[in-house]
Nanobody
Framework: QVQLVEFGGGLVQAGGSLTLSCAASGRTFTRLNMGWFRQAPGKEREFVAAISWAGNRIFYADSVKGRFIISGDTAKNTVYLQMNSLKPEDTAVYYC????????????????WGQGTQVTVSS
């Protein structure tokens, strides 16, 4: 089993920045592909960004491309999501996800999920 815990959510003004982190524990000797998803109130969960365990494959949703940066630190078993130029529409609960086998843009690509961290962007 792999446990994921997200950190770094909070309240920020539009145009500001915030960095989320997700720490993996448990079977961390497994090479993990990591993803970030988000879910706003009344909306379905949507893909944000993903990175392969080797860091050689990175994907972004069109809505965050050019503003968000995903990165990983395998030594710390941690993945980061640096969010810049935040907009009110980025307000959501952000979830970290992991998979030893796949890296993709859909929730079904991932086997493990964190509890989520709230990000609120005020206008």
């Amino acid at each position: 089993q792999v446990q994921l815990v997200e950190f770094g959510g909070g309240l920020v003004q539009a145009g500001g920045s915030l960095t989320l982190s997700c720490a993996a524990s448990g079977r961390t000797f497994t090479r993990l592909n990591m993803g970030w998803f988000r879910q706003a109130p009344g909306k379905e969960r949507e893909f944000v960004a993903a990175i392969s365990w080797a860091g050689n494959r990175i994907f972004y949703a069109d809505s965050v491309k050019g503003r968000f940066i995903i990165s990983g630190d395998t030594a710390k078993n941690t993945v980061y999501l640096q969010m810049n130029s935040l907009k009110p529409e980025d307000t959501a609960v952000y979830y970290c996800a992991a998979s030893p086998a796949r890296v993709g843009r859909t929730g079904s690509d991932y086997d493990y999920w964190g509890q989520g961290t709230q990000v609120t962007v005020s206008s």
